[in-house]
């Protein structure tokens, strides 16, 4: 080989090993630093967690101890300096005292239908033995049904409700029937028949007598109102003059003969019916009293069946019924001859009617229409009247 090669050759080698030496080296030191590094990163963790869970442990004694002193020194003093008192008057509150019926029944001081032991509260409807049978209905007539829709559509200020059903085959018609309305005085229907139930429990005569007060005189339809403080009125005469005159003061001296409007809803659950309330003494201009125009109808229904009365009561309550001074609602689009027992009820908001009708052909059927209207708006009036038409022209024929 020449001398120069041999030389490069060398000199090739040399530096090569030299180069790989170094690079070795290097590589060794990387090694060892990133060793050094993850030592020191493991080691770091291991100090952290150890640190995390010795905190932990301080943090679940800390909590646990105060959550104890809270229980055991807060909360007792705390109960009894300020919840005790509150529950049972004492040194703090003397004249705070709790009324547990209240907190449990909140709304019984104004609706509640019964009253037992001095303890009033809302009872439902008696499911198992209604002491009232219920419509037995067969078909809807369309027609007739048809027709009242297409009169309500001339009448949009009115809202009403209609329930029809023939005694000749149940045939019926239902507009909105089982809607509540407020009754206005076709709420004293009810009252009238509690009285009579409570009558045939001999709970009272229709002889028995009250005085007319100051407490019970009040203003709207009736002649009471204007009558002499201190007269006498038997049983008999206030029922009369309640249903005929629509009498405001007869019928709160006679919901009052029966122990309370409590008394007389819960009667009515025990009847069977779900919807009708007597809240407030007449007149209630505010509508809180209440039915249905079903409702209304099966106490009519039930009115005139044997079971439920007896024959004494039914002549006599047909008898106010039949002798109603206002015939300006139902009756007046009846036919000539027809003879009808009903009652009426007008709050301004408010206006209805309901009862039988009996044609002069043999014809019998139960009718109620209860409209809501602009305060003592005439349309309202006028759409009964015109609807009764209707309904007289279909079945009386």
Known sequence: MPEFAKKNSNNYYNYYSSYSSTS??????????NQRTNNTVSFRRNVNEKKVKRNHLIHKVVSTVLILLIGIFVLPKAFSQYVQPILKGGAMYPSIKA???????????????????????LQGAEAKKPLMANITEGQEIESLKNQLIGLG????????????????DGSYVDINADEIFATASIIKLPVLVQLFRAIERNDLTIYDEMALTEYYRTEGSGSLQFKAEGSKYSIDDLARIMITESDNSATNMLVSKLGSMTNINSGIREWGLKKTQIHTWLPDLGGTNKTTAREMATILYNIDSPGFLSTSSRERIFDY??????????QAGLGTGATFLHKTGDIGTMLGDAGIVFTPNNKKYIVVILANRPHNSPLGKEYIVRASEIIYNTLAG
């Open 24 to 33: 070795y080296y290097r590589n060794a030191y990387r090694e060892a630093s």
């Open 99 to 121: 009324d547990y019926q209240q907190m449990r029944f909140p709304t019984a001081n104004y609706l509640a239908n019964d009253w037992y032991l001095g303890v009033r509260s």
């Open 153 to 168: 559509a001339a009448y949009p200020s009115i809202h009403p409700a209609v329930y029809v059903w023939s005694y000749d």
């Open 321 to 330: 019924m039949g002798h109603v001074h206002n015939n300006r609602l139902i």
